[in-house]
Each structure stands twice: as structure tokens, then as C-alpha cells.
């Protein structure tokens, strides 16, 4: 993983590489992907780039095929067609490297409650193979960064909902992934843990130059937090860049992304085309 200057708060991962500078190299290509259930095809043929060091957010109505899509990126789901490459590798041809550069969380993320926060982390560590002075090195970084600490010795079952997304956390990131994945992380979340999730958001991709993609319904979160963003509709990209040129591709009278979106995702009370993957 590239290792940004530490000038700012929170530093790097130790065991990051040295660069000189950020750059854009992809990290998340989507190249003509799709995804069929029987007759209904859920995804229709995407095609998306996501850069080191860059928030993307990725949105939609439920159905729209957001859900089918990430999983797809994860190896849960096969495309039907299309590829998927993950830090240049092809996601179906060598699907343990790809998986190797992916930290998660998804929607509904379960913990084993009666372990302790570090045991936790052990256990995520040893699944991915991790050396155990690699790991626990990682671990005691990751949660210092996130507050955690004084915490660890504690079991799952007495942390806060804001203390178990910053273990989610903690655990994605502690095999160094170059992408991270979140399938709305703000949900449950009081104010003060959802500004506190997105600055983290923004400092990892700032400080550890992870590309990030945020699936979320919170268009404001989008707003503040994306570098770049793509809305998808019945299983297709129908507007897609940074929020400065989707607005100039799709004018409106309005700056919000709240009213470019219902406007573009505008359907018919009945008959609207279901994700039957999920129901995002």
C-alpha cells in the first residue's frame, strides 16, 4: 500500500510502502459487468473506476442494483458477464489476490459477541494468514487510531454501536486491503458517531491512500465526504464523475444532489424493475 506523507493526524499503517506522492492508479475497474436472475438482469453493464486515494460513493433507490454489484466486487456473487479487476488483478482468474486487496463491511455486519475486541482482531487476522507479530502490530495500531484500546480486553457484547463500526473497522483494514468497501455505515449511528465516521472515511483515503467505496442513501454524506460518485438505476450507470460534472451534465436549477437524484431516478409507482439480490 502506498504510504502518504504523515504530516497530517494519524500517520500511516505500519508496513505501508514508501511513495514520494499520491497518484491515481486504479485500484477498482468495473468493465461491462453484469448480473441475471433468470430473465431479470439486475446489473446491466457497468462500468466504473475507482483510484487510490479517492472516495467514491456509490447510490441509488433500493433495487437499483447497488447490493448485487458490491457483491459481486467481493467475490460473493459471479457476474454474469463483464470483469472485475481489483489493484490490476482479475477478480475471477485469481479470486484469493483479489480478495487479499479487499476490506469490507457490509449492511449487516456480524461480530462474535462473546470475544474481546483484540480477540476478535486475532481471529480476523488468522483467516487472512497473518504473521502473529505482523498482526498483533496491526491490531494495536488500528485500535489506538480508532479510540479503542482501553477497550480491548472487553467482549463485543458491551461495546456501543459507534464502538462496534470502529471495530468493523479495524478489522477490515488489518490486512492492509488497498480497497475498502462500505455498504451503509452510517446506519444506527447518533451525529456524533456519523461525523466521526466520515472524517475517518476522508483520513483513509487522505492519509493511507485506500480508494473507498461508499454505498449509502445519505446524499449529504456523499456531498461532504466523495471525491467522485456514480448513480445507478435498474441495473444501470445513469450519471457518474465528481459532483461538479454530474451537475453540469445534468442541470438543474437546483445545486442539492438531493433533487438532481429524485429527478433522475424518478419512476413509476408500480411495476418498478427488484433487485432480488437485496434490497439495495
Known amino acids: 500500500m502506498t504510504k502518504p506523507s504523515t504530516s497530517r493526524a494519524g500517520g500511516a499503517a505500519p508496513g505501508a510502502q514508501e ?37 467514491f460513493g456509490l447510490l441509488g433507490p433500493n433495487g437499483a442494483g447497488k447490493t448485487t454489484t458490491l457483491r459481486m466486487i467481493t467475490g460473493l456473487l459471479r457476474p454474469s458477464a463483464g470483469a472485475i479487476y481489483v489493484g490490476g488483478v482479475d477478480a475471477w482468474r485469481e479470486p484469493l489476490a483479489a480478495k487479499r486487496q479487499i476490506g469490507f463491511i457490509g449492511d449487516r455486519p456480524f461480530l462474535y459477541e462473546k470475544l474481546t475486541g483484540s480477540e476478535l482482531l486475532r481471529f480476523v487476522g488468522g483467516l487472512w494468514g497473518m504473521e502473529p507479530a505482523d498482526l498483533e502490530q496491526q491490531a494495536q495500531y488500528w485500535l489506538e487510531r480508532f479510540e479503542l484500546k482501553s477497550w480491548a480486553g472487553e467482549p463485543v457484547e458491551a461495546y456501543s454501536h459507534g464502538m462496534r463500526q470502529r471495530l468493523l473497522l479495524c478489522a477490515a483494514l488489518l490486512h492492509r486491503p488497498a480497497l475498502l468497501i462500505l455498504d451503509e455505515p452510517m446506519v444506527g449511528l447518533d451525529p456524533r458517531g456519523a461525523a466521526r465516521l466520515k472524517q475517518v472515511v476522508r483520513e483513509l483515503a487522505d492519509q493511507q491512500q485506500l480508494a473507498v467505496v461508499l454505498s449509502t442513501h445519505t446524499l449529504e454524506v456523499v456531498e461532504q465526504v466523495c471525491d467522485a460518485l456514480a448513480i445507478i438505476d435498474r441495473g444501470r450507470v445513469i450519471a457518474a464523475g465528481s459532483l461538479a460534472e454530474v451537475r453540469r451534465a445534468h442541470a438543474t436549477r437546483s445545486e442539492r444532489l438531493e433533487e438532481i437524484f429524485l429527478r433522475l431516478t424518478e419512476r413509476a409507482p408500480a411495476g418498478a424493475d427488484h433487485d432480488p439480490a437485496a434490497g439495495g
Open 19 to 55: 511513495s514520494s506522492q499520491a497518484t491515481a492508479e486504479p485500484v477498482l475497474e468495473l468493465r461491462g459487468l453484469r448480473r441475471s436472475f433468470g430473465a431479470f438482469e439486475a446489473v446491466q453493464g457497468i462500468d466504473l473506476t475507482v483510484a487510490r486515494g479517492q472516495v
